[in-house]
């Protein structure tokens, strides 16, 4: 029994050393987080709709891989913020610590740091949404040549204006146009976007399943839009579905909000029906090219956690992530 316990013990003091070395410190985590670059392009509405990339402004995007503490070729998430921009996207943040507990790396990209724009929360004309789904094709070319990433195993998650670029790089027509040539997206997972854009070909999407989450009292992003299109997706024999939260606001996953609170100077644009039209965003109301000095935009965004649904919501993340990736 003495040499069962004395070489527990052994085991324990050389595991502890390996992990804090000499003199208590803490060793560096394996595999090292990186900084990668994203070389992208930066598209408006019409030049992305139109596939017109040759008048794009070239710009070179950073992003933050994060690994879990072991080393394989792993699954991976693309995680895109919000209209607040990468620095003060918690809920990008606390989701990529989740997934990283799950075994799954995790790859924060940030479209604003490298285009001089700090957020476009309070002037959404800043940067076109659509600029961002380019943005996340370039980083799934990026990631897919990473040799500790899978590359058939590559995920995208949003939330907010990342989340409508989560939901909508799932149409065929723009991963045709724009799509990366080196992995396909495994799923899209989207937070609250905005869902009161109708694209041409807009139920055609890829075999790739769809999440999509959202709080029944959300008023910056409508949830009955987005409950809308995916039962048209379901209709066509898509594999989509919306969970949906009763009181949940936007950002209900934002653990930082505990308080439920209404940004007054946040741009949204709940109340406008727009349309794809000859490669152009239309106001369906004026019949002309939408703009954020439309009649139909709106400031004030209520937003505020919701633990219950945070908890919920990641119960059907793990559960859903789990069978795609083929986890153990």
């Not at 799934?140 to 990433?149: C, E, K, Q």
């Not at 029944?216 to 048209?232: E, G, P």
Request: net charge neutral; aromatic share 8%; with cysteine.
């Amino acid at each position: 029994m003495a040499r069962v316990i004395g070489a527990a013990l052994t085991l324990c003091i050389v595991t502890l050393f390996a992990a804090y070395g000499r003199a208590g410190e803490v060793r560096p985590k394996f595999p090292p987080d990186e900084t990668l670059t994203v070389p992208s392009l930066t598209l408006t509405d019409e030049q992305f709709l139109q596939g017109n990339t040759a008048n794009g402004v070239a710009v070179t995007l950073t992003g933050q891989l994060r690994f879990p503490s072991w080393n394989e070729h792993l699954p991976a998430v693309i995680l895109l913020h919000g209209s607040n921009g990468a620095a003060n996207s918690t809920p990008a943040v606390r989701w990529g610590e989740f997934l990283n507990r799950m075994g799954i790396a995790t790859f924060r990209l940030d479209s604003f740091g490298g285009r001089g724009i700090d957020q476009v929360e309070t002037d959404q004309s800043r940067l076109s949404s659509l600029a961002q789904f380019y943005d996340t094709y370039r980083a799934v070319d990026v990631l897919a040549a990473h040799p500790r990433i899978d590359p058939s195993r590559i995920a995208v998650m949003g939330f907010s204006r990342g989340g409508s670029a989560a939901l909508y790089t799932s149409l065929r027509r723009f991963q045709a146009l724009h799509g990366s040539a080196k992995a396909r997206i495994a799923a899209h997972l989207s937070f609250y976007p905005a869902c009161n854009i109708h694209f041409v070909d807009e139920l055609d999407i890829a075999d790739a399943p769809v999440r999509e989450f959202h709080g029944a009292a959300d008023d910056t992003t409508l949830a009955v839009a987005c409950l809308d299109y995916i039962t048209r997706l379901n209709a066509a024999g898509k594999d989509a579905v919306m969970s949906e939260y009763p009181g949940a606001h936007h950002g209900f996953d934002n653990p930082d909000a505990r308080l439920v609170s209404v940004a007054q100077s946040a741009q949204s644009s709940r109340n406008c029906q727009r349309r794809e039209e000859d490669g152009r965003i239309l106001n369906d109301e004026t019949g002309k090219p939408f703009t954020f000095n439309d009649a139909c935009v709106q400031l004030g965004s209520t937003v505020g956690y919701d633990k219950a649904a945070t908890e919920a919501a990641q119960a059907t993340v793990r559960k859903f992530l789990t069978g795609v990736f083929r986890l153990n």
